[in-house]
């Protein structure tokens, strides 16, 4: 059955097609309810009046096609950098991403974490990634960043050792004197006792590092600060550090270059790109005794050891595991994805927080395929709380209670503590707002006049009392006039 041409469809995404449709069924519904009608067609408008609100609902909520089955959603090119060591999976992401939404195109380039970084604090990128987290020094000297932590891997130490049948055990001493450059050769002492039974040749050894900022170099002078107080103070932690030793290479796909193609090399990658170029990596000594190859397992097994830490701060680094965890890898890492909290391109945010929420999803199946540890459910609800404080700017904020003061009601405090604790969050912020009589910004209520009621607010019933008020006024007004009326004729 048709209304003036247009039929009455199932609430379906395929028969709502753009705004005009949206449109066109409100202007149909008011017009139903609107229009007098006898009692033989009440029936027959409010059936049609509730279907095409339905169609209403449903249109405003999905996206828009054209008639011709063809795509009219605008097209969004997002541009991202920095971390090489997530490059294999952001590639991965991004092209699965395009596929499944036909307008948005990703651009990534794999430049550093500390380019990235850069470049998102100068605008020149819609996000970055890094393997390192933002300290609160590095934050405050930028505009709103919001850290999502998007995959964890291990960093591999990997070398070129022609003829060595069966994987490489290293110490975290003798990691830290190869890269101090106090191990020069390959038949050193301290390398034969970790490797027993094995003929290792006396080729000297040659590091290859990172010349440019780097999460990845971030991870591992972290760890070496953990297991080398010598290092530690020598050397120190950061993106880029001043190294005793070694020949630097841009990237880790830099880094792999070097070690394939010099014998006797030495270098610290993401494990993809070992596997790629097939490259052999170490097994690493942890803090149990126990010498790890890394991989998926191990690096769950250190995001593990660490669960604690990591639900109350994402930033803490997973390196050196507790010898309560044998299986963790030592010289793990979690990498995070760096986006501005606030920007004015509605279409270009919503698809940047699409793409975001699928990586911390169904993105994390492919981030396993590529020797990428699953992120930790405490990591993910983090992710998706994070999440919501990235909006444009042309949408209302929302209040962010987790930066509101505690606020002192009849006698109790009142503040972000207990809210999320709350069986039913939504509930508990409600009857806090009402408590504190503010709306849902942050703004004290006023009553009819513009004047703060108590505590800001409006007592129950007051913009009852105020009309009741105003027509007894209007009555007393009249009778007076009336009785103006009718005095000069007594």
Known sequence: MNIRGISCPPATRSLF??????????????????KPADNSCVRFRAEY??????????????????????????????????????????SRWTSSFSNAHSNVRINYQSIGSGGGVQQVKNGTVDFGASDAALNDDQLNGMKPMIQIPESAGPVCITYSLPGLDKPMQLSPEAIAGIFLGKITSWQDPLLVKDNPGVSLPSTKILVSHRTDGSGTTNAFTTYLAAVSPEWQQKVGVGNSVDWPVGIGGKGSEGVTAQVRQTP????????TFAQQNKLPVAAVKNLSGKYVLPDTASTTAAIAAFTDQLSKDPRTPIVNAPASAPDAYPISTLTFLIIPKDGPDVAKRTALRNFVQYVIT??????????????????????????????HQQQPQRCDTSRQEPHQIQGGPVGPVGVLDHPHPSVAVTQRRQQLSINPCGIPRVDGRGQPGPRGGVQPGQGVNQRAERARRTERAERARRTERVAPAA
């Open 17 to 34: 097609q753009c705004n005009q449709t949206k449109i066109k069924y409100r202007v149909l519904v008011e017009d139903l309810l609107r």
């Open 49 to 90: 009046a509730l279907c095409l609100a339905s169609a209403l609902f449903v249109v405003s909520f999905t996206g828009c096609k054209s008639s011709s089955g063809g795509s009219e959603a605008q097209s969004v090119e997002l541009n991202g950098a920095g971390s090489t060591f997530v490059y294999p999976v952001m």
């Open 264 to 271: 006797g090399a030495i270098g610290y990658v993401e494990l």
């Open 362 to 391: 169904d993105g994390q199946a492919a981030a396993a395929t590529l020797n990428y540890a699953p992120l930790p459910e405490g990591v993910k609800s983090y992710d998706r709380q994070q999440l919501q404080r990235h909006h």
